[in-house]
C-alpha cells in the first residue's frame, strides 16, 4: 500500500505519465530536489510545481491541490473544544494554518472561560512584512462570539517569531482594549518555524514572556 512506497515513488502516482521529455520517475526527483523538502513544498503554489521541468498547468494545479488539501487535514486534526493553554497548542494549532504563506495574516482565537476553542477568525492579512491588527477587529470577533477571553495569533514569514517593536506596541493597545470592553487577553503568540528560530521553539510568547 502507499505506507510502504517511499516519496519519490508517491509522487510518481500522482504525476502518472510524465512528459515526452521527462519520465514519470525522473520529474518525481526533480520535484524533491528542488523542493528540498516536503514541508518546503507544502508552500508552493501551481507556478512552483511549473518550474520543474516536465510537469505543465493542468499538472502542476494538481499537486498544488494535494497540497492544499495535506494542509487541510492537518488544521483540521484538532476537535474545536481544544483546551489552548499554553503556547505550544496555539502554535500546534496554528502552524498548519501558517506554515506555507508568504505574507503576515494574524488570527482571533476565541475562548470560553476554560480556555477551550470557540472558534478562530481570521482578522487580518498584510504583506511580506507588515500586517494590519486592530484591537477593533480583534474584539469585534471575540464581542461576535460571546468569548470571555481571547488569544491573539500571527505568523512571520520569516520564520523567526522574534517579536519586532511594532508587534510590542500592538500588544499592549490589545491587552489595554481588552480590559476596556471586559474580554481577557491571555497572549499574543507569534507564530515561525522552529528551524528559523533563534530558541528552536518556532513560537514566541507575550504571556510567557511576562509582557501581558
Not at 476565541?110 to 511580506?128: K, M, Y
Not at 518555524?193 to 510568547?205: A, C, I, L, N, V
Request: glycine content about 8%; aromatic content about 4%.
Amino acid at each position: 500500500g502507499p505506507r510502504a512506497l517511499m516519496d519519490a515513488e508517491l509522487f510518481e502516482l500522482l504525476i502518472g505519465a510524465g512528459s515526452r521529455t521527462s519520465s514519470a520517475q525522473q520529474v518525481s526527483h526533480a520535484l524533491i530536489e528542488q523542493a528540498g523538502s516536503l514541508a518546503e513544498m507544502a508552500r508552493w503554489e501551481s507556478a512552483d510545481f511549473e518550474r520543474v521541468n516536465g510537469l505543465g498547468p493542468a499538472k502542476a494545479a494538481e499537486l498544488a491541490a494535494a497540497m492544499e488539501l495535506a494542509r487541510r487535514i492537518r488544521e483540521r486534526d484538532h476537535d474545536p473544544g481544544d483546551k489552548l493553554d499554553t503556547p505550544t497548542k496555539v502554535w500546534s494549532r496554528l502552524e498548519p494554518l501558517s506554515s506555507s504563506l508568504s505574507v503576515e495574516k494574524c488570527w482571533v482565537l476565541c475562548l470560553n472561560r476554560r480556555n477551550r476553542l470557540i472558534t478562530i477568525q481570521e482578522v487580518s492579512s498584510g504583506t511580506a512584512t507588515s500586517s494590519l491588527l486592530h484591537p477593533r477587529e480583534v474584539f469585534r470577533q471575540a464581542l461576535r462570539y460571546a468569548a470571555p477571553a481571547a488569544i491573539v495569533a500571527h505568523n512571520h514569514p520569516s520564520g523567526d517569531p522574534s517579536p519586532s517593536s511594532a508587534d510590542r506596541a500592538v500588544t499592549r493597545q490589545l491587552v489595554e482594549a481588552g480590559r476596556v470592553i471586559g474580554v481577557e487577553l491571555l497572549d499574543h503568540v507569534i507564530i515561525g518555524r522552529p528551524e528559523s528560530d533563534p530558541t528552536g521553539k518556532g513560537w514566541f510568547s507575550f504571556g510567557e514572556a511576562g509582557l501581558i
